[in-house]
């Protein structure tokens, strides 16, 4: 287990010393969780910051309530989607003039892959890979239907070699929602550089759990989520990320007003403002923007590489004891077994895997399943205790033992799940 | 005055006789209001309704913290946007059917432009109106690029003229935001058809104050704001409209997994949703969605026919009363005359409109200000009232007077005002 001595025999007593020694386990305490819960599913929506509600009490009856209008400049709200953007830079490793906290992660890549196209005017291909988040394809594809382009989804196995002089932009997925396998990003930022295309990353999945340094691997352009890792609440603003030497070339086809040098002289014109701003189109939902502002405050003086050295205990922690306990279950490993290669997810193929999972939250461990055949299990170190692991195999345990997943009630798939 | 009698002589206590006959009188108590202020900028920043805390203290509390992911199950979550659209649907005289909520207005401008332009393929030109909101001109100038077409954009003398067999979309807004004035839904949604365009109707001045029948105007595409006259909160998210008959035929150029007919199986291929599903794009931002949601509860048993008479009789009243008290100041009326054609403001020029503005301000009265010189007063009928008019006109009265506006304080321009 990656930097943590691992007790023999394993027993529960064992794990709790690990909680015990955990540098971070103080941390769980800026969080809310509920008592009767194991959540293994922040890679999916983050657990509520314990400074959020009073932050939100605050902005609604004061801000909103009794200063009304006048809260755009006296509390700050124009200077909001850079201000956050900034306090977000350090987590992941941007310098603080090229984060903008603004609209969804799907409409932030229509913005920057436009961009980034724009600065290769001279080629026409787009590159993706198969299987990831289908929303990043769909919006590529739409991409390139509107600039007569060609998007290129080549598998995984045939990624590397397809980054060519032919490619203008290379969009790809930090940490793969699926699998969780990680794509070096120093190394295919270069990739991408000696072929001389643009990189667009998707951080999803990574962002404020994997360490990363986007402004000294000089990453040209990436977005994000604020409501996974980052705990921003449902719906939470997504980010934009530019590297500063790219951000006064960059036109992207979005333009609101509030991305307008001088936005409150409405005119006809549209005169781009400088820096991070001309990111920004209409008005950000602002109770939403400033509940992702109070939760970026748990990660004040957490270090990211504490958090990642925990992350990759957690996950080798639980992929040994789904060997030793559930190991002739029939269930497969998606995900990495190099902990170096795997984000903090642990993702386990079975052919029952739908109802296994309504079977572990109907216990109270939650997890998600994810098609055709995947339990996935996420971790987020900031509140997740290696306790919570033992506990949550010792219910998948007794939910293959009983086999209570072939239940009728766990079988029935939602429309939506 | 439209349909109120005024009494004679106009004293501030026949002014409180027009209150305590006000049948929406009651209704200002859905409203939270802070006892020192004259709050008439509901068309910038509509004011906090009181349903909207409690229902976020629950949403954040229990359905965040507590039920975590599963919220999007058990709380309604991924329904909301469509669910929030059905009412405001009636609103905007809508079928349920008919709206979404979602995004915000800028990039629901830029979603329903290239949708409504993929309607007519053989056209070549949009065609807008000259000095309205900006954003609308830069998101089309935006469409105007990508799909290689003609913006039109024509002064208002010349607009309905210019609506011709060349055009493809018509892109308009209701009610300016400068001067209030109305351009008819009905009648220019029918110059529109007659030539066969395709109409896109920007909302933002109208919704929740105009009484609008989009539906059986036959008007094909609409956006409109969530955080003006419907009071949603700061930046909520806005609105799209699309007639029911065209729905099947709408592809827009941001589609996102939850326009997907099926999100949850994450197919490479977009296969898109019934009805107004299509138009999402990512995730919404749920607690400012859900404000928006207890937000128009307020609306609840509202006549939008009284609200509109009360509108009329409100601007009427503003319009005499600045006449009489404050008519040899140098004021010009920048509003049309005819309460029938404008919209639920009174738009004043004034070589010192700035200063004014501010005077006003510091004075407790909410007002603001529009470039070059307009001090601009929104009167959102469900809580502002008569009485607030008078003591509005008096504070005016007194800065003119005192020529206080000359000080220094008032004067200085903020960057972003």
């Given at each position: 287990m990656a930097g943590v001595p691992v007790p023999v025999p394993l027993d529960r007593d064992a794990v709790c010393e690990l909680d015990a020694a955990d540098p971070l386990a103080g941390v769980r305490e800026r969080f809310v969780l509920p008592l009767d819960l194991i959540y293994l599913d922040g890679n999916s929506l983050g657990a509520l910051p314990a400074a959020v509600p009073a932050h939100l009490y605050d902005v609604v009856h004061r801000e909103w309530g009794k200063d009304l209008i006048r809260s755009w400049n006296s509390?700050?709200?124009?200077?909001?989607?850079?201000?956050?953007?900034?306090?977000?830079?350090?987590?992941?490793?941007?310098?603080?003039?090229?984060?903008?906290?603004?609209?969804?992660?799907?409409?932030?890549?229509?913005?920057?892959?436009?961009?980034?196209?724009?600065?290769?005017?001279?080629?026409?291909?787009?590159?993706?890979?198969?299987?990831?988040?289908?929303?990043?394809?769909?919006?590529?594809?739409?991409?390139?239907?509107?600039?007569?382009?060609?998007?290129?989804?080549?598998?995984?196995?045939?990624?590397?070699?397809?980054?060519t002089d032919e490619v203008a932009l290379v969009s790809l997925t930090n940490v793969d929602y699926r699998t969780g396998a990680i794509h070096n990003l120093e190394a295919v930022t270069q990739l991408a550089h000696d072929v001389g295309a643009v990189i667009l990353w998707d951080l999803a999945h990574s962002a404020g759990v994997l360490p990363m340094n986007l402004h000294d691997a000089g990453a040209d352009l990436a977005v994000g989520c604020g409501y996974k890792f980052l705990n921003g609440g449902p719906g939470a603003p997504a980010f934009c990320y530019v590297h500063e030497a790219l951000q006064d070339q960059i036109s992207q086809p979005l333009p609101g007003w509030l991305g307008h040098v001088r936005p409150f002289d409405f005119e006809p014109s549209f005169d781009v403002a400088p820096g991070m701003a001309r990111l920004l189109t209409g008005t950000s939902p602002i109770l939403s923007l400033l509940a992702l502002d109070a939760a970026l405050d748990a990660f004040g003086d957490v270090s990211m590489q504490q958090v990642r050295e925990k992350s990759m205990a957690l996950t080798e922690l639980t992929l040994r004891l789904v060997d030793e306990r559930v190991g002739d279950s029939g269930f497969g490993v998606v995900s990495p077994l190099d902990p170096q290669l795997r984000g903090s997810q642990v993702s386990l193929s079975h052919p029952h895997a739908f109802a296994i999972t309504q079977a572990l939250i109907a216990r109270g461990v939650i997890g998600d399943f994810r098609t055709p055949d995947i339990l996935r299990l996420g971790f987020a170190p900031m509140y997740v205790r290696y306790v919570d692991v033992w506990d949550a195999v010792t219910e998948l345990d007794e939910v293959m033992q009983t086999k209570e997943y072939l239940l009728d009630r766990h079988q029935a798939r939602a429309t939506v799940t």
């Open positions: 509390n700050g709200w124009w200077e909001a989607p850079l201000r956050v953007g900034a306090k977000l830079a350090p987590i992941i490793g941007a310098h603080s003039n090229e984060v903008v906290v603004c609209d969804s992660t799907s409409v932030n890549i229509f913005k920057l892959a436009i961009a980034g196209m724009r600065l290769r005017p001279d080629r026409r291909v787009i590159l993706a890979e198969g299987g990831t988040f289908p929303t990043d394809h769909y919006m590529l594809a739409s991409v390139a239907e509107l600039l007569g382009v060609e998007l290129r989804i080549v598998p995984t196995a045939d990624l590397y070699a397809a980054i």
